[in-house]
């Protein structure tokens, strides 16, 4: 028997998490999968599901957040803003929202839940997660192909209509919508990405490009991603600070040294990959952590199963068709719809706020977490396995 001490030490609760992330990657090689998959079901394995090693902690949260600022800044710096910056994309993510938003409602209303819990549980399919289907399209090298551009470039306009959409969602549970404070959000959002842009653009990579031409740069060639990170994590506090997800802010403050000419750019290039690969990983084994089969139900079955389709479904038609309408083909608007599928993380945090604020119970609250976990997992087998099986073959 293990001595359940240090078992629930934080010491050993991150090394078995890193231990076993790290496996997950090098098994998903292994069977020719995205590494996304691998993890999670390494979290899955090691979590309350199965073995009981490892529980969703506060400590675990803050890791896989940490894990997601990471992976999002090592993202941001394979893109230029002219590749995302594309009014088509503000058309693919605003379908994107309103579809499943919608979808989720009435699915919550044929299961007989009240107008509340209704709106949460639409609120949960509305928000994209960036980190998921940005990972698997660096794996099969395709972030600056169409489809990656129009995915990463919608997902983040999708995170700031997902933030709108949980604005207005608390003010028609409460009874108290706003016009002033839904375009208070929308104000903060749109100067927070334009500003952070502009900054980075024009004071950052400055910045960066005089370091790298300082002695101390020379003496210490790491001291330049030292900068380079510590901007990120600058970035990301700001975004917490107006209302956004942390990982917008370290996404904004990576696409503003894409590009950046360094003389010592490969060294913070080889950098940035193997602090992702570490935090990513930590990042994914948390969503199979997170995850806790013993509370599903018979009962909740049903439920979980349609509301994973039409998810999925909504994500699929609200911008896979508008992809279509814009000039993409069937295979590229097919490839879109199902990469902006995976709801990750955002969608267990308004999950978990419908859970506080009482307006869903434990089994909807499971409910939604699955659904979460299998919008994640989906997308990068069918990647893998159909739309883009000659890629990886």
């Known amino acids: 028997m293990f001595n359940q001490s240090i078992v629930a030490s934080t010491e050993f609760q991150m090394s078995l998490l890193l231990f076993v992330a790290l496996a ?13 998959v691998g993890i999670i079901l390494a979290g899955i394995v090691v979590g309350p599901s199965l073995l009981g090693l490892v529980t969703y902690t506060d400590f675990v949260s803050s890791l896989a957040h940490l894990g997601a600022v990471v992976l999002l800044f090592t993202i941001g710096l394979e893109f230029e803003v002219k590749d995302i910056a594309k009014i088509q994309y503000f058309w693919i993510a605003l379908c994107g929202v309103i579809v499943p938003w919608v979808a989720g409602y009435y699915v919550a209303g044929f299961f007989g839940f009240d107008f509340k819990a209704a709106v949460f549980i639409g609120t949960a399919l509305t928000a994209t997660s960036i980190a998921i289907t940005a990972n698997v399209l660096r794996e099969m090298n395709m972030l600056k192909t169409e489809v990656g551009r129009a995915i990463i470039g919608a997902a983040v306009v999708d995170d700031v209509l997902a933030l709108l959409a949980l604005s207005i969602s608390e003010g028609l549970v409460s009874g108290s919508v706003s016009l002033t404070g839904f375009g208070l959000v929308l104000l903060k959002s749109v100067a927070f990405i334009g500003l952070g842009v502009l900054l980075g653009k024009l004071v950052m990579a400055r910045l960066m490009v005089g370091f ?36 917008v802010g370290s996404f904004l403050a990576g696409v503003s040294f894409a590009g950046v000419k360094l003389r010592r750019g490969e060294i913070f290039k080889e950098g940035a990959e193997h602090l992702q690969i570490i935090f990513a990983s930590i990042f994914f084994i948390s969503l199979g952590v997170l995850m806790d089969f013993h509370v599903i139900t018979t009962s909740l079955i049903l439920f979980i199963l349609i509301l994973t389709v039409v998810a999925g479904l909504s994500k699929v038609i609200g911008c896979g068709v508008p992809a279509r309408l814009m000039g993409m083909n069937n295979h590229e608007s097919a490839a879109v719809g199902f990469g902006m599928m995976p709801r990750g993380e955002v969608a267990m945090i308004v999950a978990l706020l419908g859970l506080n604020a009482g307006l869903i119970g434990q089994g909807v609250y499971a409910s939604l977490i699955l659904m979460s976990l299998l919008t994640t997992v989906i997308p990068p087998l069918l990647y893998r396995n159909w739309l883009f099986k000659n890629k990886v073959a």
């Open 24 to 36: 997950g990657y090098l098994l998903a090689y292994r069977i020719n999968q995205s590494a996304v």
């Open 212 to 247: 790298d031409n300082t002695k101390i740069a020379y003496k210490y060639p790491e001291s330049i991603f030292i900068f380079a990170v510590m901007i990120a994590f600058f970035y990301a506090l700001a975004a917490e600070l107006v209302g956004l997800s942390a990982i």
